[in-house]
Nanobody, 117 residues
Framework: QVQLVESGGGLVQAGGSLRLSCAASGRTFGIYAMGWFRQAPGKEREFVAAFRWNDNSTYYTDSVKGRFTISRDNAKNTVCLQMDSLKPEDTAVYYC??????????WGQGTQVTVSS
């Protein structure tokens, strides 16, 4: 079983930056990918970004390309999301996820990101 602990959310003004981190513990082998979804009030959870472990490929939803950067810290089994040029529409609860090589998915508890205009 994998436990995911997120940190780094908060309140920032439009144009500012935040950095989210997600640390995996427990079963840390067999990770296929890690990344982030987000859910704004009244909306469905949507994909934001992902990092694939075996070849370091990265994926982003169109609305964050050029502003967000996902990276991996091998030693700490951690994935980070650097969020720059934040917009009010980025306001949401951000959820870390881990996809295993056995096709299971685990979620973190979520961290709030609020961008004021």
């Amino acid at each position: 079983q994998v436990q995911l602990v997120e940190s780094g959310g908060g309140l920032v003004q439009a144009g500012g930056s935040l950095r989210l981190s997600c640390a995996a513990s427990g079963r840390t082998f067999g990770i296929y990918a890690m990344g982030w979804f987000r859910q704004a009030p009244g909306k469905e959870r949507e994909f934001v970004a992902a990092f694939r472990w075996n070849d370091n490929s990265t994926y982003y939803t169109d609305s964050v390309k050029g502003r967000f950067t996902i990276s991996r810290d091998n030693a700490k089994n951690t994935v980070c999301l650097q969020m720059d040029s934040l917009k009010p529409e980025d306001t949401a609860v951000y959820y870390c996820f881990e996809d295993s090589t056995l096709a299971s998915r685990h979620w973190g508890q979520g961290t709030q990101v609020t961008v004021s205009s």
